[in-house]
């Protein structure tokens, strides 16, 4: 399903970055940094309109010919970008939801780990384990 | 579903905390007691980092920094001590007194005076709890606490302007 998962800090720094096939990680990489424009846009965007909700979901970010990528941010300001193969026409929106919210859960118990310090690259198996689970996909 | 010790044992843990910061000769003086209550204070910081990721329920509802202040006040008291705070004054410029009259840390003790001078080691994990949950949630503040008659206490929470 998804090629490449990104943690970014509120700083935007990556806190962890991961994508398949390995060969192209460094184009992933730029696309994870050009998508965080968006977000900022997003999350500002949604500051001002009245909502009394806001979400953490923030849906498709932008969409190129080869994939997609989409976002969400939590209440720290961590975001999470997630890339995924255009071709897999399958994905729907409630799949996107739940994967995200499985690395939100996964992410806080990254972060209530006393061994962890926040703003250190997540190194933690369980963490790395379940977004193999997510990427693992017909190759 | 939550077991029905919760509560008890996260206050037995506290006390042994506060008395762990304090033993093998650390806590004599002015010296120690202000090294103990910043070991206690950034306990809580970190604790404070860990439970503002795992407490908003799904919203950044937070447009205004009251809101953030009443949701430390409802959801935060509420998951840590089984009860809200019973006061929340503010001046509009960046202070929040945050009042209990019947903080769980405290009540085990005798009420009145008696322990006006301990009760500040037993109030400086909470303030660094809060300290922690704001900063995640991206507010710098500062937050003292103060006593005048067990068990009620009250929190007093700064926020820096930028």
Known sequence: MAVCIAVIAKENYPLYIRSIPAEQELKFHYTVHTSLDVVDEKVSAMGKALVDQRELYLGLLYPTEDYKVYGYVTNSKVKFVMVVDSSNTALRDNEIRSMFRKLHNSYTDVMCNPFYNPGDRIHSRAFDNMVTSMMVQVC | ?162
């Open chain 2, 1 to 162: 579903m939550p077991a029905m010790a919760d509560e008890t044992l996260f206050q037995l843990l506290h006390t042994q905390v506060v008395a762990a910061a304090y033993g093998a000769g650390r806590g004599s003086g002015d010296e120690g007691l202000r090294a103990g209550l910043t070991v206690l204070e950034g306990m809580g910081f970190r604790v404070g980092q860990g439970l503002a990721e795992r407490l908003p329920q799904g919203a950044l509802a937070f447009r205004e920094e009251l809101d953030t202040i009443k949701f430390l006040c409802r959801d935060l008291w509420g998951a840590v001590f089984g009860k809200q705070t019973d006061n929340l004054r503010t001046n509009h410029q960046g202070t929040y007194i945050l009042q209990d009259n019947n903080f769980p840390f405290l009540t085990q003790m005798a009420w009145g005076q008696q322990y006006l001078e301990e009760a500040p080691k037993f109030l400086a994990f909470t303030c660094g709890l809060l300290r922690g949950t704001l900063s995640s949630l991206g507010i710098e503040s500062s937050v003292t606490a103060s006593v005048t008659s067990l068990p009620a206490c009250k929190f007093q929470v700064v926020i820096q302007k930028a």
